[in-house]
């Protein structure tokens, strides 16, 4: 039962530096979603994509871009990291609905821990 | 724009007693969800309640309990008898319901409890 899977679990970057966070689900959950967690902060929405084909901001986007490769696969680019950017973040799924309503809890991963030197 | 308030960024408690986790909510909705997740120090997410807006009976789940009250916008969540295990961060969250963009949670910030033996 692997659920959500994120790569890589851990990474260190220097400033201006990019890299793909990866997220993968095997549930064909229609809605992936990118949060970041900082401490004191709980966690804040990046990007979402609530069915496969469309994708759109959240919370905190600036400094990121994403794409919904299939229904299953949803990553997150950096394309300049800056320290500002050092995080944890979790990428989630949910069963979605394309238009209607939508209840569903989020099935997290585990999470990624990125530093920004 | 919601929003979630947990007041008590931390909790230290001695093993048996009782402990209840404030959550306060901010929403124009008159449908939206409300969930408590847990983050055990191995930093995965765990879902612990849905509860819907119309639907403002207390639930207990063997140690658990949450208290609903729309009146007080509140979803406090209360652990009887609380164990070493326990310590976690715990997270309130909400969603609106009507959404045809998926699942999308605001978190709050997060209360970091401590069970000591």
């Known amino acids: 039962n692997a659920g959500v899977t994120q790569t890589p679990k851990f990474q260190v970057l220097k400033t201006g530096q990019s890299m793909t966070l990866q997220c993968a689900q095997d549930m064909n959950h229609n809605s992936m979603y990118w949060y970041r967690q900082d401490p004191g902060m709980g966690l804040r929405l990046i990007y979402y994509?609530?069915?496969?084909?469309?994708?759109d901001k959240g919370e905190v986007p600036n400094g990121y871009n994403v794409s919904r490769l299939n229904k299953r696969e949803f990553s997150l680019r950096l394309e300049s990291a800056a320290p500002s950017q050092t995080s944890v973040y979790f990428c989630a799924s949910s069963e979605g609905l394309a238009g209607g309503l939508n209840t569903g809890e989020l099935f997290f991963g585990e999470g990624s821990r990125l530093t920004v030197l | 724009a919601q929003k979630v308030t947990q007041a008590q960024t931390e909790i230290s408690v001695v093993e048996k007693e009782d402990v209840t986790l404030d959550c306060v909510y901010e929403?124009?909705?008159?449908?939206?969800?409300l969930f408590w997740y847990k983050q055990p120090p191995s930093g995965e997410l765990v879902f612990l309640i849905r509860r819907n807006s119309f639907d403002e009976q207390n639930e207990i789940s063997g140690r658990y309990s949450w208290n609903f009250q729309k009146s007080t916008s509140s979803f406090n969540f209360t652990i009887t008898a609380s164990q070493v295990v326990d310590s976690a961060v715990y997270f309130c969250?909400?969603?609106?319901?009507?959404?045809?963009?998926?699942?999308?949670?605001?978190f709050g910030e997060g209360t970091q409890l401590t069970v000591n033996p």
């Open positions: 929403t124009r909705d008159t449908t939206y969800y």
């Open positions: 969250a909400l969603s609106e319901a009507w959404e045809t963009s998926g699942s999308r949670l605001t």
């Open positions: 994509s609530a069915s496969e084909g469309t994708t």
